[in-house]
């Protein structure tokens, strides 16, 4: 089998991908997961401090 499974999903490592909402901003969830990922400090609900976004759409 190749790197898809039976239902042809694909498995494995792939590159993070840069989640967009539907107004075009980054997905806050991915935004949350990757900054606690990499240590930084962010907000768990509400808006996301805009430094951190950047942080994240550059390392993407």
Not at 8 to 34: E, F, M, N, Q, Y
Not at 44 to 55: A, F, H, L, P
């Amino acid at each position: 089998m190749s790197a898809c499974d039976q239902k042809g999903v694909s498995i494995g490592l792939s590159r993070p991908t840069l989640h967009l909402s539907s107004t075009g901003a980054p997905d806050a969830k991915a935004v949350r997961l990757w900054a606690i990922e990499y240590g930084l400090k962010v907000n768990t609900r509400g808006r996301i401090q805009s430094d951190i976004v950047e942080k994240y759409e550059a390392a993407h």
